[in-house]
């Protein structure tokens, strides 16, 4: 039986096509929205039908609700799947959906809002005994407040924006004597970036890992884990590289790990695909820091070792059907790895490159995926984020993966933007990343000239 007829997807790009094919996969009826800037976006003819819904600005296209909605109303859908980033954290668009009677592919109204605010997940992560960063119980009111804890649980400290996300509204004070500026700083950022300057504060974990556990919980209570992701590799808060499993989870902390992120859902009443965000210190101690409610662009990573399609549950979630696996059908097999191929320069700082791609030559062959929407003959729009699409491998072994990799990184070719490629053909060579030695500062230690 199929969960849907027909779903509109509320996105772009290689999500919106990702999206589509596990729609076609299950005899559902798909529908593309467009922006005048995608309006040759490959993703389009994948679809059964397409809309426009406006200009070229994300304002007011792909994050105007009521443009969407109208689309969806117009081509009598049952569902919205709004993929990653745009709506797809966003409680009022869910609470809408909900309200025009649409199911909204993703958790409940309740579950973005609560996850959503940090302070609020780091409180009901305390109270389901998943390890936290030391640090204060709740919001921060004032400055002598902040001092007290910070004292209490020992400098250095970071102060973290509750609505903050990408880095933003986040400040370190190593010491006493500096704790009132980079509190300040990270009140009036927040209150910018976000309009809410609330913060909270943590110990600051130096050099972590950080590793995601993937979740799938249904409308009945039922949660399972599909072991971790390590992202360590990011450069100013944007993921380069993701791999499954992380070179640093053995057997017995994956199922304490996945047990807290099991706990943690179960306890906000979580339902659909989500993401347990946890650092990793050098001592192998992990603590819990954010709940991502979305699919995430690296989910297909975990596809590979689980064999399990997540957008595809998410959908049969969204329906109402119960979860098709049991934890003990988890298995995690081999080692897969993800590399973002954006349109940027990497010898100018990654500044986007958009422009006309001339020619384009996917990579292939045995253990290789590549989910882009970029041909020969795309226009990378400037409009939206820099992504072209993920080459992802799946091997035995990690160092199967990482020669598979660099194969596939040598085969793709993309003319007429500058992309991504040749930089993680350095980084798939470099002896630290070899031997898995990452954490989250590796990008600017050992890559970036300063
Ligand atoms: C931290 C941390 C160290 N200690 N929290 C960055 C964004 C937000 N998602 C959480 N982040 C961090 N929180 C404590 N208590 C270091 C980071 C961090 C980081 C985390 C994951 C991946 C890359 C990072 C890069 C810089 C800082």
Redesign the pocket.
Known sequence: MKPFSRILVANRGEIAQRVIRACRELGIESVAVYSEADRHASYLDLADHKVCIGPAPSLNSYLDISKIIAAAEITDVEAIHPGYGFLSENPQFAEICQSCRIQFIGPTVDNIRQLGDKAMARELAMASEVPV?PGSPEIVEDEEEGLRISREIGFPV?I?AVA?GG?RG?RIAREESTFVAAYQAARTEAANAFKNSDVYI????EK?R?VEIQILADSYGSVIHLGERD??L?RR?QKLVEESPSPAVDDDLRARMGASAVNLAKASGYRGAGTV?F?LDREGNYYF??MNTRIQVEHPVTEMVTGIDLVQEQIRIASGVPLRYRQEDIKINGHAMECRINAEDPSRDFAPSPGKIVDFRAPGGMGVRLDSHAYSGYTVPSNYDSLLGKLIVHRDTREEAILTMRRALDEFTIEGVHTTIPFYSEVLQHFHFVKGNLD?GFIEEYLIDA
């Open positions: 960063v970071l973290k903050g880095g986040m943590e110990k600051l974990i972590p950080h992202c360590s990011q808060h965000e650092l820091i954010e989250t």
